[in-house]
């Protein structure tokens, strides 16, 4: 399956369908392909890692910061409110 | 990059020739009603407003008239007044003044004696403009003098996927070739202010846009709403978005990557050439739209995920979906299909430039569909209620 990372500087990617634990996920980021099994079920139009993010770094979408891992998160893994968590940064 | 446009007399260009029928007031809005429809090459809109207002509130709807008036797209505006309305016709004339010196005239039905006594004289005046306007050729001009507002509406995940960050990258293209892009719809950015805001030239623009989200805020609290609460909502969670943050990102994405050059408040007049702006509008489509014309934008891109029939009376509105479902169901409303990007995101650049061309052919003259069907959906945003 598909993802579209938006931004390069992203560390997730969405899903363009529906996927199953174990399918093979492709996504293009700075003009190189890349792939990796998904590690859960991961519904369509929702995020996964394309990097490995530490417990307390960013989750980057739009080449900005959208939240921080709750948990050590691993490339394939779905990220979501379940291992993401608001934190709102001030200037 | 160049467009063919027309130049008008305070020195901006336009990309349409019309004449305005432009009422002061609800109570002149059928009166110009029946004097736009005797006459082709005129645009008029219904006016629920300029009476009955709170002074904020009039601001907002002199501030629409004003900048409709003085939109590059019209050639020259004839205002119809009832007479006795808040928004007095002197008031009207000296607002549409400081902004421009094109070609107005006026009626007051009260004293011409009633509506047709008015359509009389004012088909006859609109008759004469528009064949005034008629005798102006096209010229070159090039894409630095463009204003384009965007808009996104009746969203759904493509919007945020594809089709805002497709906006966002036209917009970059326009504002690296000396033009201005407007990013708007300041409920949308609550929650990604901060974010926004780092975006600022200097800080004084970042204060700025702390400023329109806190003041948006603050007026929802009035009445007892809270934007930040329950967002994202069940729904979003739902479909994927995972944070507020998230969420408003895929709106803000539309502006591109540009710094923040100028915070407008709603409807204030901007200046060509001024990289990325934002102006203080509502999420609400028809009166966004109309706050950024009435600054002065010429055109506006308008992504949907669901489909929107949205026009202006004074600017065309492209419509854009990266929802291959929703182009299929509502071509008859949406003029570009992004739905490629879904697919082949590598293909962004390439689709962007495809856009612009797009700009730019409208610009020269191309109907958008909205146009060609003569939508002319028309809000203005408001405080409060009448009084």
């Known amino acids: ?91 | 990059m160049n467009f063919l446009g027309y130049r008008r007399s305070d020195g901006r260009v336009g990309i349409r020739n019309k004449v305005l029928i432009l009422p002061a007031s609800v109570c002149a809005a059928d009166t110009a009603r029946i004097v736009a429809s005797q006459v082709q090459e005129t645009v008029t809109f219904h006016n629920q407003n300029g009476c009955s207002q709170v002074p904020s509130d009039m601001e907002l709807t002199m501030d629409v008239m004003a900048g409709f008036a003085a939109n590059p797209n019209i050639y020259g505006t004839i205002v119809i007044s009832l007479g006795c309305e808040g928004c007095q016709m002197d008031l009207v004339v000296e607002a549409i003044q400081k902004r421009t010196n094109k070609p107005l005239r006026q009626f007051i039905i009260q004293e011409e004696g009633g509506t047709i006594s008015t359509a009389e004289k004012a088909v006859r005046a609109a008759r004469e403009m528009v064949q005034e306007a008629s005798l102006l050729k096209r010229e070159e001009f090039p894409v630095s003098e463009l204003i384009l507002g965007t808009e996104c509406g009746g969203s759904d995940m493509t919007s945020g996927l594809a089709s805002n960050p497709l906006i966002g990258h036209t917009c970059d293209k326009l504002v690296d070739l000396g033009g201005t892009a407007v990013l708007s719809e300041t409920t949308e950015f609550i929650g990604a202010e901060h974010i926004l805001a780092r975006r600022g030239r200097t800080p004084e623009i970042q204060a700025r846009i702390y400023d329109i989200v806190h003041r948006y805020e603050a007026a929802l609290k009035l009445v007892g709403e809270d934007p930040r609460g329950g967002n994202p909502s069940p729904g979003n969670i739902a479909g994927g978005l995972t944070t507020l943050e998230e969420k408003s990102l895929g709106c803000i994405h539309k502006g591109g990557h540009r710094p923040v050059e100028e915070v407008y408040d709603y409807a204030k007049q901007m200046e060509p050439g001024k990289g990325l702006v934002i102006m203080d509008t509502p999420g609400n489509d028809p009166s966004s739209v109309a706050g950024m014309v009435a600054g002065g934008a010429q055109i506006v891109v308008f992504s949907t995920g669901r489909g929107t029939p949205t026009g202006n009376p004074v600017a065309p509105v492209i419509k854009i979906t990266a929802n291959p479902l929703t182009y299929g169901k509502m071509k008859d409303n949406i003029d570009v299909d992004a739905s490629v990007l879904l697919d082949h995101p590598e293909e962004m650049e390439a689709v962007a430039s495809a856009l612009l061309s797009e700009v730019v052919g409208t610009a020269n003259g191309k109907l958008t569909k909205s146009e060609a069907l003569g939508f002319y959906e028309m809000a203005i945003a408001r405080v409060c209620n009448y009084v």
């Open chain 1, 1 to 91: 399956m598909k993802a579209t990372v938006i931004d390069e500087k992203d560390n997730v990617a969405v899903v363009l369908g529906a996927v199953k634990a174990g399918e093979e996920i492709t996504w293009v980021k700075g003009g190189a392909p890349f792939t990796a099994p998904a590690l859960r079920d991961v519904p369509v139009y929702h995020k996964i890692a394309t990097a490995q993010i530490p417990k307390g770094q960013p989750v980057v979408k739009y080449g900005e910061h959208i939240g921080i891992a709750a948990e050590d998160i691993q490339v394939g893994d779905y990220v979501h409110v379940h291992n993401v968590l608001n934190n709102r940064e001030e200037l």
